[in-house]
């Protein structure tokens, strides 16, 4: 199509939309048609020309609007949204009849009648409406809500350990609750130190994080190395403005672990089960009593475990398909590797070759297992006094060394109860009914095999029996062979049963 002026196009918008509006609705349809085809419009665009006569929107006379509720109703509107504490429109269209006939009484409004009747006659929307611009002004921005704790502490997940220095800690709490949750009970805040393995334990009376804080305090003091850094998981014990504040005092990187990842600790949790658990058991323990047992038993197993206690470190992991292959170091004690780490000054490793140059581990370990059997008889509740006094006599103790293997497990807190015997049958024995028949067949045939014997009965009765019943079989006859040989070696053995 030829390109035409826009002058012409407006010529052929007047004379066509004059035909447009005479015309009926076929006819119109058909002029639409002609008209999208010579001026190339889009359709849409066709019909508001043609419906308008050809006169565009800018060429329309606007409309004058008259203001109804001036400056006047609005700054009188806006003194009585004030004198009403800021109320929303609905609110205050209710009120302004009672609210304007109270200010005019005691003289603090004095309204002209034309605006008296606007603001009565204004509906809420219309008073929201005007009151917009002074309320745009009075909302403030709400204040920017403070981090929190756990958003200040950067995660660290299993494989952000990269061979720290010592002083790289992660830290866990054990709860010493016996299986139920319910109630008070002792914890032991457990430490343990990514380079060397070292192991500190500490007996807090209750969960609290106040108690979180002197525990790492105390151990800032008595651990061979410095703190750098401390690891945690996301319980509120150590998520919390205490030991946020704590880190920043002594200077100390503080991360966490993921939400119920509880490989993002494995250090410490392999800890709290090869010594924490292996040392208290299972019981509950809860009280003053307890606690300052824990606390002296946990004062000689430190130095048994990290002195004379060798242990693996993992150095690498590798997966090869559906295998993982572990890399472990040699067994070391945790004060043997830090002797021989390059990262401890000299003067702490003199401090430690002293340590270790004064311990028995005799002496040591008969106060771990004298502490056991004290926390044994308060988990039973046999004893609720305060601990011993410390024994200087290991010759007793050495003694029973010769043959403590005899008695099994000797640790006094991982005595198991002894288990009822079980002397009755859980389920009906199916070959009571056949066992008379069974001993015929084995009296005449003695070698007969279970399986062959089993294979007659099925056969006699192919839906009382099933596959898994002959095993059951098989050791009544074995019982019987036993009892029969018994018979021929022994002349008053007594007879074999004549049921199962």
Not at 97 to 118: A, C, F, M, Q
Not at 210 to 230: D, N, Q, Y
Not at 465 to 476: D, E, K, P
Request: net charge positive; charged share 25%.
């Amino acid at each position: 199509m030829a390109e035409i002026s826009s002058e012409a196009r407006r010529e052929l918008v007047v004379a066509f939309s004059a035909r447009y509006r005479d015309s009926s609705k076929n006819e119109k349809t058909l002029i639409l048609d002609e008209f999208v085809s010579v001026t190339g419009f889009h359709r849409n665009h066709s019909t508001r020309l043609l419906k308008a006569g050809g006169v565009s929107a800018e060429q329309k006379p606007r409309r004058q609007h008259t203001r109804v509720y001036d400056e006047a109703v609005a700054q009188s509107l806006i003194v009585l949204w004030e004198a009403s504490d800021r109320i929303c429109g609905k609110r205050l269209k209710r009120l302004l009849p009672v609210l304007i006939d109270s200010l005019t009484r005691h003289g603090h409004l004095n309204l002209d009648e034309e605006v008296r009747s606007k603001l009565l006659r204004a509906s809420a929307s219309t008073i929201d409406r005007i009151l917009a611009p002074a309320r745009s002004k009075t909302k403030r921005r709400p204040a920017k809500r403070p981090l929190s704790v756990g958003g200040q502490v950067p995660v660290r997940t299993a494989g952000g350990w990269d061979d720290p220095l010592p002083g790289f800690v992660e830290v866990d709490l054990f709860a010493h609750c016996g299986g139920s949750v319910a109630g008070r009970f002792n914890h032991t805040l457990t430490v343990t130190d990514i380079h060397s393995g070292w192991t500190e334990c500490i007996a807090l009376v209750v969960r609290d994080s106040s108690l979180v804080v002197k525990g790492l305090e105390s151990l800032c003091a008595t651990m061979p190395f410095a703190l750098r850094s401390i690891d945690t998981d996301n319980g509120s014990e150590f998520i919390n403005d205490a030991v946020l504040q704590f880190s920043k005092d002594h200077d100390l990187d503080f991360t966490r672990s993921r939400p119920y990842r509880k490989n993002d600790q494995a250090w410490v949790e392999q800890k709290n089960g090869s010594v924490v658990r292996r040392l208290v058991g299972y019981g509950r323990l809860s009280g003053l009593v307890a606690a300052e047992s824990l606390s002296r038993l946990y004062s000689s197993s430190r130095l048994f475990v990290n002195f004379f206690q060798p242990s693996f470190k993992l150095l690498s992991k590798e997966r090869v398909g559906a295998r993982v292959r572990k890399t472990y170091s040699p067994p070391a004690t945790p004060a043997a590797r830090l002797l021989d780490s390059e990262h401890l000054d000299a003067q702490a490793k003199d401090k430690l070759r002293t340590v270790v140059a004064s311990l028995d581990p005799l002496q040591l370990l008969d106060e771990i297992r004298t502490m056991q059997r004290h926390l044994a008889g308060l988990v039973a509740g046999t004893l609720d006094h305060a601990p011993p006094a410390r024994s200087a006599d290991l010759e007793r103790f050495l003694a029973s060394l010769e043959s403590a293997w005899r008695d099994g497990e000797v640790r006094p807190t991982h005595r198991a109860k002894q288990a009822a015997e079980r002397h009755w049958r859980t389920r009906q024995d199916p070959f009571v009914g056949v066992w008379p028949e069974v001993l015929g067949w084995l009296e005449l045939e003695p070698d007969t095999t279970a399986k062959e014997i089993f294979d007659r009965l099925s056969e006699a009765n192919p839906s009382k029996f099933s596959s898994g019943q002959l095993r059951t079989l098989q050791r009544r006859v074995g019982e019987w062979r036993a009892h029969a040989v018994r018979r021929l070696m022994f002349a008053d053995e007594p007879a074999p049963p004549s049921a199962p």
